[in-house]
């Protein structure tokens, strides 16, 4: 098993692009998240889902879009992108709805000049 | 003030010393995570506890519920076990169940 695979792992962008972030996993878990992680605050949630077809926001969803059309995959976008979307972001998955033990994705390092 | 406090922020030891680690949460929680974060890395999960205590290998994690508070134990610290180690709760009332609060990390560093 892969378990969650992430690309890019870096990603330089101009403000204003728009960009996709991409999210894998084959452990057939229903649940999987978006995280971003920046100095000196803990991971906040942005987009979460239950299962395919269901998404909901997290803590900081605004600038970002998220898809859910298979268990596999999780894709996270980028509409139009800001300094301020400069993080390192991880997804992550666990059985259930979450309840189970958490499993992430190497991180994609993002910077918006 | 944060739902989820870790300390200490810093922790400097030498190899061969016993580290504790303190996480106390203000929220009523259906499960605590412990987790490890190296230099540039990924995020791995050590435990997810709801009571009691959880040892694996060097390490071991205990919670007290009534107290809100849990520990992480490190025995004969080795350098490799120099990471950021992060505490996370999950909430028990509606949606919140299935989101986990963080706290800010503890950064580790254990010299030869």
Redo the contacts between chains.
Sequence with gaps: NAGVTQTPKFQVLKTGQSMTLQCAQDMNHE?MSWYRQDP??????IH?S?GAGIT?Q??VPNGYNVSRSTTEDFPLRLLSAAPSQTSVY?C?SSYG???????????TRLTVT | K?E?EQSPQNLTAQEGEFITINCSYSVGI??L?W?QQHPG?????LF?LSSGKKKHGRLIATINIQEKHSSLHITASHPRDSAVY?C?V?GVHG?A?????????TLLAVQP
């Design positions: 649940y000196g605050m803990g991971l906040r949630l979460y239950v909901d997290g803590e991880f992550a709805h979450g309840s189970g033990e958490q499993y992430f994705g190497p991180g | 944060n989820v259906s499960a995570h987790l890395g990924g995020i791995v999960s997810m992060i996370a999950r949606g169940t299935n989101k986990l609060i963080f706290g800010t990390g």
